[in-house]
Each structure stands twice: as structure tokens, then as C-alpha cells.
């Protein structure tokens, strides 16, 4: 059974940092690209940071220079460093992976809130 659990949101002020982890299992986690979505309150879910297997990653300009998306395949982990905090990155984020191979089932992971006060 696959499982994406996030942790480490929360409730912090503008300019300050958050570090949300979201642990997999039941997956190659190794040869999976990972996602970190976003959605705030009235508003679509959208791409935060993805970082490819072979260790690429890309952004969303909003985010750009403040966040930062790393893995640790040793322990099935992937993380997002949040630093600048603004009220705008209120929203509940979200765990995403694709399986590689077909037929290429899709998982989110159950999100967590972070709250940034202005």
C-alpha cells in the first residue's frame, strides 16, 4: 500500500521558515520524480517544486529563491525548506508522486496546513 505522509506545517509569521517533510513508502522512491502542490482557500491546487530522480528540479516563480525541495532516498524522503514566508504561502501543501511504469497510478499524500500571519 502506498502511503505519502506530510509533516512540519504549522503556524509561523511573515519573513519566518517552515521545513515540511513528507515520508513514502509503497513506492520506488528512488526512480520517482516528487512534487510539492499547494492550494490555498478558494483557489486550484498548483505546482510548488518537483525534483526529478536524477536530482533536477524546478520551481513555480512565486516561490522561486525562497523555497527549496530536497530528497533523501536512503530514507524514502522528501522535503521542502521554506524560508521568506508570505502571507500568500498560507495554504495546505501537498505530497505528489507518479509511478514511472505503467500504468503510472498517481499519489497524493493527505496535505498539511501552513498558516503564514502577516
Known amino acids: 500500500q502506498v502511503q505519502l505522509v506530510e509533516s512540519g506545517g504549522g503556524l509561523v509569521q511573515a519573513g519566518g521558515s517552515l521545513r515540511l517533510s513528507c515520508a513514502a513508502s509503497?513506492?520506488?522512491?528512488?526512480?520517482?520524480?516528487m512534487s510539492w502542490y499547494r492550494q490555498a482557500p478558494g483557489k486550484q491546487r498548483e505546482l510548488v517544486a518537483i525534483m526529478f530522480s536524477g536530482g533536477s528540479t524546478n520551481y513555480a516563480s512565486s516561490v522561486k529563491g525562497r523555497f527549496t525541495i530536497s530528497r533523501d532516498n536512503a530514507k524514502n524522503t522528501v522535503y521542502l525548506q521554506m524560508n521568506s514566508l508570505k502571507f500568500e504561502d498560507t495554504a495546505v501543501y501537498y505530497c505528489?508522486?507518479?509511478?514511472?511504469?505503467?500504468?503510472?497510478?498517481?499519489?497524493w499524500g493527505q496535505g498539511t496546513q501552513v498558516t503564514v500571519s502577516s
Open positions: 509503497g513506492i520506488n522512491f528512488s526512480i520517482n520524480d
Open positions: 505528489y508522486t507518479k509511478d514511472r511504469v505503467w500504468p503510472r497510478r498517481t499519489y
